[in-house]
């Protein structure tokens, strides 16, 4: 048995993940997601969106943190350094839940963007490029639908098209450790 078996058996619940992120602009969210407030308060979601630090885009999964040596997350940094991260004005047009029909339990609720999806997943692309590169072991490829989760919330609620879309500024890609269970982010990079 290899060693990175041994951190497979250990149970997922509890394990910090470190993944790529944009975060929003803190100082933007409030505005900015005025008119998604106003339309969850319209559907009675009386959950509370995520505290405005923790907003983002997730851009590449890397892995558990226990997965992880030091050299790797130096590794991590350097390829964060690499990217050349333009500014980004992402439309984000429709709000939905994540989810498998049938699913128990509460459910990511969203922001998707339209035509801008495929500026985030080019950036999620040169990401993983730059961390393979450097032969860093990661869980997670760039694809996928990109999204910004909001809130949990056990309602489902189907695809709705954000009408003007939602417009947020992504400017900045950051290397973030998510601790399990208390709500809080690390950033690994920049510190």
Not at 29 to 53: C, F, M, N, S
Request: charged share 25%; aromatic share 4%.
């Amino acid at each position: 048995m290899e060693q990175l078996d041994l951190f497979d058996a250990l149970p997922v619940q509890g394990r910090d993940v470190v993944f790529y992120g944009a975060l929003l602009p803190p100082e933007t969210a409030e505005q900015a997601l005025a008119p998604v407030r106003k339309r969850l308060a319209g559907l009675g979601l009386a959950a509370r969106l995520h505290r405005d630090d923790r907003l983002h885009v997730s851009l590449l999964r890397v892995g558990y943190h226990d997965r992880l040596n030091e050299a790797h997350v130096e590794a991590l940094r350097a390829a964060a350094q690499a990217i050349d991260m333009p500014p980004l004005a992402v439309a984000f047009t429709e709000l939905m839940s994540f989810g498998r029909p049938g699913q128990r339990g509460k459910r990511a609720l969203v922001l998707v963007p339209g035509a801008d999806a495929d500026r985030v997943l080019s950036l999620a692309a040169q990401i993983e490029r730059e961390v393979r590169d450097r032969r860093v072991p990661i869980d997670g490829m760039a694809g996928g639908v990109p999204h910004m989760t909001l809130l949990y919330a056990p309602q489902r609620i189907p695809p709705m098209a954000l009408e003007p879309p939602i417009v947020l500024p992504l400017d900045r890609l950051h290397l973030i450790r998510s601790h399990r269970g208390e709500t809080r982010y690390s950033k690994l990079w920049p510190d």
